[in-house]
């Protein structure tokens, strides 16, 4: 990874859990989807058995994340080309720029959920 220096995204410890696809919904081709939830848009990811959420804005001119290519556990914005990590949001160009993850889990159901703060 580029940024060394890449912070912890921390948390709040209270999560509200939403459901925001099936897991047969997910491709693991190394595309995602651009989903709203509660008022936020967040990248979902599947990579193998592997899921991942992000917010799906890129903190350079905004790109949907969610509509970028996956390649060795980073996304691409598809607007200008930065790479972020989906494990730690981290940017892996080098720049301290980052993206928060969101924790992500599948329910008994097979339903896809995204946990958000209260």
């Given at each position: 990874m580029g940024a060394g220096n890449c912070p912890g995204a921390g948390g709040p410890d209270a999560l509200a859990w939403h459901v925001v696809a099936r897991l047969e919904d997910?491709?693991?081709?190394?595309?995602?989807?651009?989903?709203?939830?509660?008022?936020?848009?967040?990248?979902?990811?599947?990579?193998?058995?592997?899921?991942?959420?992000?917010?799906?804005?890129?903190p350079h001119r905004?790109?949907?994340?969610?509509?970028?290519?996956?390649?060795?556990?980073?996304?691409?914005c598809p607007w200008h080309g930065w790479h972020f990590d989906l494990d730690t949001g981290c940017n892996t160009d080098g720049l301290e720029e980052r993206v928060r993850v969101r924790p992500v889990r599948t329910n008994a159901g097979g339903e896809v959920e995204v946990g958000l703060p209260v």
């Open positions: 997910l491709a693991t081709d190394g595309t995602g989807l651009s989903i709203p939830v509660a008022g936020r848009q967040i990248a979902l990811f599947r990579t193998g058995a592997e899921l991942h959420a992000l917010d799906d804005s890129c905004g790109g949907s994340l969610g509509l970028g290519v996956v390649l060795d556990g980073a996304v691409t």
